[in-house]
Each structure stands twice: as C-alpha cells, then as structure tokens.
C-alpha cells in the first residue's frame, strides 16, 4: 500500500518561510518523479514543483521560481519544499504526487500517487 504523508504546513507571515516534507512508503521512492501541487479556495489545483528520479533535475511553476526549492532524499523516501518570501497568493492546500512518467510531468493525471495534503496560510 502506497502512502505519502506530508507535513510542514502551517500559518506563516508574508516574507516569512515554510518547509514542507513529504514521506513516502510502499513504492521504491527513487523510481518515481515528485512533485508538489498546489490547491487554493474556489480554485483547480495547480502544479508547483517536480524533481527527476535522481534529483538532478528540478522543474518550477513560473510564480514560485527563485522563492521555492524542492529536494529528496531517496535514503529516507522524503521530498521537501522549502518556501521562501512566501506570500499571501501561496495560500492553499499543498498535495505532494509520486508519477512514473518519463520526463517533467506537471499534469495530475501523470501522477499516480497522491498525499492527503497540508494547509499553508499567509497573512498579509
């Protein structure tokens, strides 16, 4: 049975900073792609950020480039976020996703995995 749980969120001030951690369990964790999505009120979530099987290559969303950063470790079965100068529009439920899909998949269908998520709030 595959699990990823994530972990890390939280009510944070603008500016401020976040790192959010995502475990896996019951997949061989350094085969699949990660990425962290993102879903805000009222709104379709949103692909923020993956990382290749190897963790050498790394892919961001445009809005969180330069203030984000995701990173593995296949010894622990853990991706991270870290959220730098985050702001209040980086507001929603964040959703980490495994995917065996060749490539940089930023589309939910090319992920098969999915955790159940963690709030993170930022006050203005």
């Known amino acids: 049975q595959v699990q990823l749980v994530e972990s890390g969120g939280g009510l944070v001030q603008a500016g401020g900073s976040l790192r959010l951690s995502c475990a896996a369990s019951?997949?061989?964790?350094?085969?699949?792609?990660m990425g962290w999505f993102r879903q805000a009120p009222g709104k379709e979530r949103e692909f923020v950020v993956g990382i290749r099987r190897s963790g050498a290559g790394t892919y961001y969303t445009d809005s969180v480039k330069g203030r984000f950063t995701i990173s593995r470790d296949n010894a622990k079965n853990t991706v991270y976020l870290q959220m730098n100068s985050l702001k209040p529009e980086d507001t929603a439920v964040y959703y980490c996703?495994?995917?065996?899909?060749?490539?940089?998949?930023?589309?939910?269908?090319?992920?098969?995995?999915w955790g159940q998520g963690t709030q993170v709030t930022v006050s203005s």
């Open positions: 019951g997949l061989t964790f350094s085969t699949y792609t």
């Open positions: 996703a495994a995917g065996d899909s060749i490539g940089t998949p930023t589309r939910d269908y090319e992920y098969q995995y």
